[in-house]
């Protein structure tokens, strides 16, 4: 089995907005910074000091882009609930979190895209 295979179910979309989240959504949110998303979950970094907790549950606030049939693009507002599967010491002061969402988006991001396979940062 090659080790550089990918394995997702689902192509990510990659781009670099901003997500907002908390553990508990009555609380204060934290601004992190969105590194990819798929229907299923997304990852973002965060701060260390304000980083949720590990196999925890989390909140999250955030726009995905998504591309009509015009080469133009809109974005998407959600808020959805999720899993932390993973977090990934990037740095001392800076963590990625991979989240898996409670209710899936209703379309793939990634399939969305235009032909050029846009990614934004």
């Known amino acids: 089995m090659d080790p550089n295979a990918e394995r997702r179910a689902e192509k990510r979309l990659r781009y670099s907005w901003p997500v907002w989240f908390a553990e508990n959504f009555d609380d204060i949110l934290t601004q992190g910074q969105m590194v990819d998303v798929s229907s299923g979950g997304a990852a973002f970094t965060c701060y260390t000091d304000c980083c949720p907790t590990p196999g925890g549950q989390v909140t999250a606030r955030f726009s995905v882009p998504r591309f009509p049939e015009d080469d ?10 999720g899993r932390i599967c993973r977090i990934d010491e990037l740095g001392p002061y ?15 991001p990634a399939e969305n895209q235009t032909a050029d396979e846009m990614i934004f940062v």
């Open 94 to 108: 800076l963590r990625k979190v991979a989240v898996q969402f409670s209710e899936p988006l209703p379309f793939k």
């Open 72 to 81: 133009t693009f809109d974005l998407e507002n959600f808020i959805r609930n």
